[in-house]
């Protein structure tokens, strides 16, 4: 193969206030081609191989977040879609990074890309674990609920019952397996959007997980947190957040990671139940992994010794879209939509 000189690109061309359209007038993303630099000392070609879908690429394209409120510069207009990815070193300049190997990198939504080998970390190929994993359990999303748990929430086997929404997403997968088997919490309570989701998060360890879109989500909810709670794990936001504020333990945490259902509306829901934040001294926390890397290779290493001993699944826990370069987007939007269990990834075809 010749050295490509130029690549195709997914580019922002209209920021969102609710959810992203792909045709139409005002598409949000357009594709584009655009030339390649030759490469410059300690640098590498990369080709896009796989391709991390994360609900936080919504908030760095919205046009209602002020700049100086979000925690990474927001993508330009113009800019090509910033996203995380594997890929295959297909030239090399850097001696520590040669042709053929495989990394983990910000590849944006490109076919190839020119970085600095030090912008890429290497995947050194472990028994048992793939490298799409390196984008899921064992990347950003593993780290998330990892550090959520552990440093955020200080969650250990002194509690009593965890709860945690998007419980069969990427995050909460983790969340599930981490507090009950590695952390050794009593009772883990997982919230999912299907009867089958919910049936597959019991599978990996949760005690009990609950349809919210089912009926009687509410009055299972109250059953299933009798007594209260100490801590509720926070994917979701909105009216799940705010049912769950009533049924913390005086003194409970909460681990603010993500409000998805807000994601693509300019109205997000309220929260009606606040004062129960101050009736019961609730602690709500945010948190952002990012802060959180520096650590990253000691988590990272606690997990490759948990798959060993068998107390956490990685192999199964994602959702992998083979996905043609002109549907990149497509395949994104399925976060919103509920289309994946575990963590989701485009496998570019
Ligand atoms: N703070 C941080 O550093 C950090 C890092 C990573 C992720 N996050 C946050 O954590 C959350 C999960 O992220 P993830 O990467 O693990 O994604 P994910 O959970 O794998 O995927 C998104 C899932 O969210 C659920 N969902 C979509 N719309 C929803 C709605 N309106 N109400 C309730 N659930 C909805 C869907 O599952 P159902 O079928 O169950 O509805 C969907 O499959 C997101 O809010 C994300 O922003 C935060």
Not at 282 to 311: M, Q, S, W
Request: with cysteine; proline share 5%.
């Amino acid at each position: 193969m010749s050295t490509p000189t130029s690549t195709r690109q997914w580019v922002l061309s209209n920021k969102p206030t609710s959810l992203p359209v792909l045709s139409g007038p005002n598409p949000t993303f357009h594709l584009e081609s655009a030339p390649l630099p030759p490469l410059g000392t300690d640098q590498v070609l990369l080709k896009t191989l796989f391709l991390s879908n994360d609900p936080a690429q919504r908030g760095w394209i919205d046009a209602n977040i002020l700049p100086e409120r979000l925690y990474i510069p927001p993508v330009q207009l113009g800019e090509a879609m910033r996203a995380y990815g594997v890929a295959l070193v297909v030239e090399s300049t850097a001696q520590a990074l040669p042709k053929g190997a495989y990394v983990v990198a910000g590849t944006k939504w490109s076919e190839y890309r020119v970085l600095d080998a030090s912008e890429c970390q290497e995947i050194k190929e472990v028994e048992g674990v793939g490298l799409t994993q390196y984008l899921g359990a064992l990347g950003l999303t593993g780290l998330t609920a990892w550090y959520g748990l552990v440093e955020v929430v200080k969650a250990s086997a002194e509690d009593g019952t965890v709860v945690v929404s998007g419980a069969a997403g990427a995050t909460g997968s983790m969340v599930v397996q981490i507090a009950k088997k590695m952390l050794g919490v009593k009772r883990v309570v997982g919230i999912a959007g299907t009867e089958e989701k919910c049936r597959w998060v019991e599978g990996l360890g949760a005690d009990v997980c609950l349809n919210y879109k089912s009926k009687g989500f509410k009055e299972e909810l109250v059953k299933a947190t009798d007594g209260f709670v100490e801590v509720y794990f926070d994917n979701v936001g909105g009216e799940i957040l705010d049912l769950m504020l009533t049924r913390m333990k005086r003194f409970g945490r909460v681990a603010a990671c993500g409000t998805i259902s807000g994601y693509n509306t300019d109205e997000p829901v309220g929260l009606r139940n606040y004062l129960e934040v101050i009736m019961n001294r609730v602690e709500i926390k945010g948190f952002v992994v990012i802060d959180y890397l520096p650590k990253a290779r000691e988590a990272r290493e606690r997990f490759l010794k948990a798959v060993k001993e068998g107390k956490l699944v990685v192999g199964e826990n994602e959702t992998v879209v083979d996905t043609a370069f002109e549907d990149i987007p497509k395949t994104w939007l399925k976060l919103f939509e509920g289309g994946n269990t575990g963590k989701l990834v485009t496998k570019l075809t």
